[in-house]
């Protein structure tokens, strides 16, 4: 009897010393749950020795109240009634540690019928995993909030092109919403066909950015009117373990980039060519002026010789030719006197729509338009300029004429006038159905000394004295249109707003009685 009994000892002992060498603070229960033994481990925690703890109950230690837990938040009562394992998480206010967490288990220990005898409450401490994973919620948070707030579109789509995500800027740049896209539709479909594909072969190309790298690249994207959209992307491929799981873009709407760009570039041309004009200006008024007094004594002493001869004298032929080749000369140089402008502008307000008609009455060869069709579509409103009419009426026949040389004196012209009140601008299209200007010229036709006449019959200061009248009076001539079927010239000019307390007199054409300097 004596050997069973040590043995059973024994066994207590090896059973109470795997109970002390759990590693969690371990408490047993009995069914009213008050504590009946707590390991070592448990112990230390509370401070107090088994004998103190034992005969308390559980939640005497864990709040110091008389009151047990409610059956809502202690798992006790469902452990006895299913005779299984339950668990739950309780937080717990420290004044000295602040904030815990704790994942209390409850086990069963049952007897020899399968009933509970006793319930072994076991503790580990979460409070890191917990603050790890409010961390990890606030980051991701954040992240969700900075890519839902960022003015690049971002989308991102899984290994099978399905779109996954997008944010508001991508929602707006591509015309879709989220609900019309994601889980929904293929990334490929907001690209021209084969641009996705071309994406995805570079991303996978480590020479370019690296793995899975996509360094900025111009692109173009369609919208969901299938618009096409220039735009910059910067592309990167997500791995598991190496494995591709998806693929993120970030575009850069480029439109308004390229038209600041533009625009830009067409001041500095501008700049450029008054800048030219300027200087050719001074050069061309002071070859005019060398040129003219012996230029004029040729005409007057070859006129002078051309009435004493007589009709059979060899010579005559020749001497006629001198001074047409003479006169041809006085032309150049009075086209060189108006390009640099050496008479005062004397600026007066007018109806734009003068500007035209006046021009057209003073074409000397009205046959010229024997077999060209006039379409004018001008504005009724009221649309007055303040400018130099005199200068603005040359700006309008070169520009007549150069349409109707483009058509061999044969076709359609029209005349289109209309203004911009917002922006205080008034316009007038020229259009012709003639051959239009090739691409290679267009960046010149405004060149002193360009012309693609033939020699002798332009000097090629037409239209840079055009831009140059156009521009002293405040505004501009470009070329909108142009193409094989015709060219539309734009003359753009300040829409005159008379001042609230101002008095003046509109003139009609031909009339020049309200100027100034």
């Known amino acids: 009897m004596a050997g069973r009994n040590d043995r059973l000892s024994n066994q207590f002992d090896w059973r109470v010393r795997v109970f002390d060498s759990l590693s969690l603070p371990t408490l047993i229960l009995g069914k009213d749950k008050v504590i009946v033994y707590a390991n070592e481990v448990a112990v230390r925690k509370f401070g107090m020795p088994v004998r103190n703890l ?144 071309g994406i995805m072969k570079k991303l996978r190309d480590e020479k370019l950015g690296g793995k899975g790298k996509l360094p900025s690249t111009t692109i173009t994207i369609l919208n969901a009117n299938s618009e096409e959209i220039p735009a910059e992307i910067t592309a ?61 004594g040729i005409l007057l002493y070859a006129n002078s010789i051309l009435e004493q001869m007589n009709d059979e004298n060899p010579f005559r032929e020749d001497l006629e030719y001198v001074i047409e080749d003479a006169n041809r000369c006085k032309e150049i140089v009075k086209s060189l006197l108006a390009y640099s402008r050496q008479t005062s502008p004397i600026r007066e307000i007018i109806q734009f729509n003068d500007l035209l008609e006046q021009s057209l009455m003073l074409i000397r060869d009205q046959a010229i338009f024997r077999n060209i069709k006039l379409v004018r579509e001008l504005s009724d409103d009221m649309m007055l300029v303040h400018v130099d009419k005199n200068h603005l009426t040359q700006v309008c026949i070169n520009l007549i004429m150069n349409a109707i040389s483009s058509m061999n004196g044969e ?99 031909g009339d020049s009685q309200v100027k100034d300097s």
């Not at 047990?68 to 009634?81: F, G, T, W």
């Not at 980039?257 to 533009?262: H, L, R, S, Y």
């Not at 004009?277 to 061309?284: K, V």
């Not at 010149?444 to 332009?458: A, R």
């Open 54 to 197: 034992m005969g308390k109950s559980c939640h005497q230690v864990f709040y110091n109240s008389k009151e047990p837990c409610s059956p809502n938040i202690c798992p006790l009562p469902k452990v006895l009634e299913e005779k299984k394992g339950h668990s739950t998480l309780r937080r717990i206010a420290s004044k000295d540690d602040g904030e815990i967490w704790e994942d209390r288990v409850f086990s069963p220990i049952l007897d020899d019928n399968g009933e509970v005898m006793y319930v072994m409450e076991s503790l580990r401490d979460v409070t890191r995993l917990k603050v790890l994973e409010k961390e990890l919620k606030e980051t991701k948070e954040f992240l969700e909030r900075a890519v839902e707030s960022s003015a690049c579109a971002i989308v991102a789509a899984n290994r099978k092109g399905k779109i996954l995500f997008m944010n508001p800027a991508a929602e707006k740049l591509f015309g879709y919403s989220v609900a019309e896209l994601v889980d929904k539709e293929s990334v490929e479909n907001l690209y021209p066909p084969g641009v996705a594909r």
């Open 236 to 296: 990167s491929i997500m791995y598991e373990d190496d494995e591709e799981i998806a693929t993120m873009g970030i575009f850069n709407d480029l439109r308004e980039k390229i038209a600041v760009e533009k625009k830009l570039k067409q001041t500095q041309e501008q700049l450029a060519q008054s800048e030219k004009l300027a200087s050719l200006g001074q050069l061309a008024a002071g070859v005019a002026h060398e040129i003219n007094n012996p230029l004029g």
């Open 411 to 509: 076709g359609t012209l029209t005349f289109r006038s209309y203004r911009n009140k917002a922006a205080r601008k008034v316009y007038l299209e020229i259009e012709d159905t003639g051959c239009g200007i090739a691409e290679e010229n267009l960046s010149k036709i405004f060149d002193p000394f360009f012309t693609t006449k033939e020699p002798g019959k332009g000097t090629g200061l037409g239209l840079s004295t055009a831009y140059g009248i156009v521009q002293e009076n405040g505004g501009n001539i470009s070329v909108k249109q142009t193409g094989p079927n015709g060219t539309t010239f734009l003359l753009e000019l300040p829409l005159f707003v008379p001042s609230d307390n101002s008095s003046f007199m509109p003139l009609e054409a």
